[in-house]
């Protein structure tokens, strides 16, 4: 694990650039540390001036006497290597580059960005930065940036790769009346990545949820191997911006074309645990909700109103989320029936009616926190010439008060009458929208964290399968030697027999006899193909014969094979005839690999056959999740395959084992052999019993 500790709650702090011109950046910094109340020793760096701000300033960090923590650099770009040189030297041990004009600036830049990254390998010196804001921990207190103002104490750690963002959320918090443990700002990521952050604020005893703006992820590897675990203690929600679709536009495998980044995003985040966002909002009101409300139980919502048609919209929003509407228990019913007017809706949502004041609200606040059935509470509130908004704040948070564990959330929809009530709530740590949407959108998010807590124990993982690895290998090997990187047919199902993935062996004859043999060998009726790197389609060339019942049969369809591609493409290369079983019809199923820069080989099993495209039946996940049974399972059962595959109409069910024994294997063969880049099984036909991959297609890179 990263312990930071020494960037977040350093005992020492130089400011190198520190400056006495109130409007440099290097004063900014050393106010900002003065100002947040930082307890430790700083030291303003500056070679012509002899106080800032009241403290001693030091010509350079070597003339420091003592150790010193933490570094934060505000010198033009071309000093910055001395001074970080410098920096090591006195045995700092992690350094804050504020300063711009590096790798987002062009090659240059990248030259003098991997110089300061050298040296802080030298040193084993930690980076932050460079062209970066800074950081900020509100519980040591710490302000080691030049942003304006230092957030609320609160429990959001609020990691970004925009400076700017960092700059605009800190201002809007303090009218937000959200509170922060720690802000980060990443910049380049010359050293220290998002992971690093999260691994660290995952630990952070203030911490409670942890938002991230992201642009891209540094190492996808490593992101999942950290979030997997941070994720399990606390929740993480990520804006994840700037992906791009190009890579599956260039993918020439059906999955490729399928995949592409954005859905290698989703899906490594799901399967770390990470929640998704997709806009601003969304991302600070779960961050409000993660830090004030206790993650429900369940999945049921109990509404409380007085105006009808919000309470519909709200309704509707829960039914079409992973929500549902609370069913109350009779004793509930009854209760509400007996204490609510006689118009009022006892069912839920609760009605309470236009003319509700306070008492009507708490007596149905009350009977929901009871009910056994409520898992949280969203309580939604229209102005009216009667109503009592500050009044109903204040039960709100009595009643919160008195039923901790489940959540409430606030909708309080108007405006300038309202002001007063919501700034109540907000105060009271109750998560309060102006539309009812919005706070479904949030108490999903936070129960869908739930779910995944409470499903993560993890799933015992299945034994490693036999394989035999050298026969793959081979088959490679003689690929490549032969100067393609698309395997034929029979290499291809060679190697998926290799690692028992159940296939349609096809065999290559190059002579007549050798088709007899073969044939006889595998059992009639044959299948007899072309095998040519140059024919892609090789029944449009007449290079297919099918239903192949004897000997003189396959002779024949040998002799004509032959004799049509030699007319239609006299200059293709022949290597020979692929001879293959005939097989049955079956449940037609694809499983294909696309494998994502960032994240490594992505599985997809779907409705195979040739529409794949066009029904887009696929559901993905990331190989190396493939690795029990569980997992495999759900990946089927969110297709509409799935419902196919347990017996449609009648129909048997097929043989889900073998499909889930198929789906494991390949996840394995895509991850022990990274040269392969793209592949399709499609279609795997399933049967009542077994199954059989039909066409398989496989492509592997060029050698270095
Ligand atoms: N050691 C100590 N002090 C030094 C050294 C040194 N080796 N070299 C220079 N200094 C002093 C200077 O004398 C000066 O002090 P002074 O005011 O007493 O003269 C101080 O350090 C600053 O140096 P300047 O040359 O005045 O540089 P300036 O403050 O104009 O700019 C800065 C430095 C801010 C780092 C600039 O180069 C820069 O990168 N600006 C952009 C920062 C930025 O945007 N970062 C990304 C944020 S993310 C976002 O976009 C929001």
Redesign the pocket.
Known sequence: MSDLGFLFDPKEVAV??????PQ???YAIVSNLVKSGYKGKIYP?????KEILGLPCHP?IGEVEGPVDLAVI????K?SI??LQECGEAGVKGAII????FKETGIEGLKLEQELQAVGQKYGMRLVGP???GLMDTHTPLNASFAAGFPEKGNISFISQS??MV?AILDWSFQAGLGFSRFI?L?NKSDLDESDFIESCAADPNTRVILVYAEDISDGEKFIRVCTTASRVKPIVILKSGTSEAGAQAASSHTGALAGSNLAYDTAFRQSGVLRTDDMSDLFNLGLAFSTQPLPRGNRVAIITNSGGPAIIATDAIEKSGLGMARFEKATIDQLRENLPAESNIYNPIDVLGDARVDRFLFALERSFEDENVDSVIVIFSPTAVSEPEKIADTILEQRKKYPHKPVFAVYMGGKTLAKGKAILVKGNVPTFTFPESAVKALEGISRYADFRQARDAAPQLPLPQVDRTIVKATFYDVIKDRRVLLMGHEASQVLDAYGIPVNRSYLATSVEEACQISQKIGFPVVLKISSPRIAHKTDVGGVEIGLHSRREVEKAYNRITERVNRFMPDAPIYGIEVSKMVDEGIEVIIGMSRDIQFGPMIAFGLGGIYVNLLQDVSFRLASSLNNRKAIEEMIAETKAFTLLKGYRGQKSADIDTLIDAIYRTARLVQDFEEITEMDINPLRVYSRGATGVDVKITISKPD
Not at 16 to 21: D, F, L, V, Y
Not at 45 to 49: M, S
């Open positions: 190198i650039g520190a400056s006495a011109s440099k950046i290097g760096i500056n070679p012509r001036v350079s505000a010198v033009p770009a000093y001395g001074v504020i300063t711009a004009g062209n970066c804001v400076g700017a700059i700002s910049g």
